[in-house]
């Protein structure tokens, strides 16, 4: 045997037999790098479906904007510009100008945004007057969709809002055997579930930072603060103490295509955790107390009536809108308001009566 395979045969067998040793050494690590491994939810828990959830379908109506979800998955979105005057129809199917055309003025671009969008059902309560969705729209000029969540409670459309999840106590002062305190209906943990600015015709504005908060059992709330990391995902929990009780919480926050994280690095500690009595925003709970919304309804939904029935969704959608641009707006007052001559009749007859080019004229008029 020549002296280059000696060589070589030697390698092999000293390092077959130094990853043995490292096997066998550490093997109870490989097994829960393994374990954490698997602990990975897949890139989406949730389906995709092309069919409008029940209560998503309909009209939407907002201050600056109308939004079509049909149940024939046609999606369209009417920008209400000039203080609601005029409905540009900024993003609808290519068929619905086979409906009814579109006006053509220096308001609106021309074609439309053909959006198309699938739909993702987080949660519904179990009365099933709320729940919890994310749209997954893909733009024309995008190459992938971005995902949008939004929260529905009775009728009026939300996109900040917060989902009850659940989290663990620990009362330092007790044994381990019984360190887990029960949390009742109104304690617990609430993760933020929303990151998006609204639904529109280009891509929305993702938030950096979001806020869930932890209301303990004596009305105590806890604001933790996430903000968008590079990190994967895990099932990893982060923890925070207050004096005799201890928090337990979810390390990261997967909302939409982005994932959010409360530590720094590895650490499960979280840190400057603020304390405070209540909510800083106006708070709307769905009937079930599992959903929270802050702040006024992006959009509210348009109620069904007869007229609606009686058309598809998309006919009586762009009738109204054609409806709302036929109206006129009232002309505005002037600037400067117009003046008008005063004539002081009876002191410019005193001063012309004396006149004699006056009075020769006067004697003319009556023929004299």
Same mark, same amino acid.
């Given at each position: 045997m020549s002296y280059k395979k000696l060589s070589t045969v030697a390698i092999i067998f000293l390092l077959s037999i130094f990853s043995f040793a490292q096997t066998t050494r550490s093997g109870e690590g490989l097994v829960s790098?393994?374990?954490?491994?698997?602990?990975l939810p897949p890139v989406s828990e949730h389906v995709l479906s092309e069919n409008v959830p029940s209560l998503l379908q309909?009209?939407?109506?907002?201050?600056d904007r109308l939004v079509m979800f049909s149940n024939q998955n046609e999606f369209a979105l009417v920008l209400r510009v000039f203080y609601q005057w005029y409905n540009d129809r900024a993003a609808e199917p290519a068929s619905f100008s086979e409906v009814k055309s579109r006006d053509r003025n220096n308001t609106t671009k021309s074609p439309a945004e053909d959006i198309q969008i699938q739909y993702i059902t987080i949660v519904e309560n179990p009365s099933k007057t709320a729940g919890i969705?994310?749209?997954?729209?893909?733009?024309?000029?995008?190459?992938?969709?971005?995902?949008?969540?939004?929260?529905?409670?009775?009728?009026?459309?939300y996109m900040d809002f917060l989902i009850?999840?659940?989290?663990?106590?620990?009362?330092?002062?007790?044994?381990?055997?019984?360190s887990t305190i029960q949390k009742s209906d109104s304690t617990g943990f609430y993760r933020a579930a929303s990151n998006a600015s609204g639904i529109t015709i280009s891509q929305p504005i993702f938030d950096k930072e979001v806020l869930s908060y932890f209301i303990g059992d004596k009305g105590e709330v806890y604001r933790i603060r996430y903000?968008?990391? %590079?990190?994967?995902?895990?099932?990893?929990? $982060?923890? /925070?103490?207050?004096?005799?009780? +201890?928090?337990?919480?979810? =390390?990261?926050?997967r909302i939409g295509s982005s994932v959010y994280q409360c530590t720094t690095g590895r650490s499960s500690k979280i840190r400057n955790i603020q304390?405070?009595?209540?909510?800083?925003?106006?708070?709307?709970?769905d009937s079930d107390g599992g959903i929270v919304a802050?702040?006024?309804?992006?959009?509210?939904?348009?109620?069904?009536?007869? %007229?609606?029935?009686?058309?598809?969704?998309? $006919?009586? /959608?762009?009738?109204?809108?054609? +409806?709302?641009?036929?109206? =006129?707006?009232?002309?505005?007052k002037p600037l400067f308001p117009p003046t008008f001559p005063k004539y002081r009749w009876k002191e410019i007859t005193e001063l012309e009566l004396y006149n004699p080019a006056t009075w020769n004229k006067r004697n003319l008029d009556i023929h004299k």
């Open positions: 790098i393994r374990n954490e491994q698997a602990e309909g009209i939407w109506q907002g201050a969705y994310e749209l997954s729209i893909k733009y024309p000029h995008e190459k992938l969709p971005v995902l949008v969540p939004i929260c529905i409670i009775d009728g009026k459309m009850k999840d659940s989290a663990e106590v620990t009362d330092l002062r007790l044994s381990d055997s019984a903000w968008l990391s %590079e990190m994967d995902y895990s099932y990893a929990k $982060a923890s /925070f103490s207050d004096g005799d009780k +201890e928090f337990l919480v979810d =390390k990261y926050l304390k405070s009595t209540k909510l800083e925003k106006n708070t709307n709970y802050f702040g006024e309804p992006y959009l509210v939904k348009v109620p069904e009536g007869e %007229e609606r029935t009686s058309l598809q969704t998309s $006919a009586y /959608f762009l009738n109204s809108v054609g +409806e709302n641009n036929k109206r =006129k707006h009232p002309v505005p």
